[in-house]
């Protein structure tokens, strides 16, 4: 992994940069990405589980 920083190299593939630059990423003999989409998780659920998170009474994406 290239990514400073990060320990976890499915977390680094997830959510670290473009999933083209990997087509087929195996970890340990299991294949975790293929065809550049992940295979053990849904991308759009954990992305609506981090928006979830994001405290907007604290963000401001406005200048006020």
Excluded: C, K, W
């Excluded at 473009?18 to 087509?23: H, K, N």
């Excluded at 998780?41 to 928006?51: C, D, F, G, N, P």
């Amino acid at each position: 992994m290239d990514r400073i920083g990060v320990n976890d190299p499915v977390a680094a593939l997830l959510f670290t940069g473009p999933s083209q630059i990997a087509r087929l990423v195996l970890i340990n003999g299991q294949i975790v990405v293929q065809d550049g989409r992940p295979t053990r998780v849904e991308s759009a659920e954990v992305a609506r589980q981090a928006y979830d998170l994001i405290p907007f009474d604290d963000v401001h994406l406005v200048p006020q």
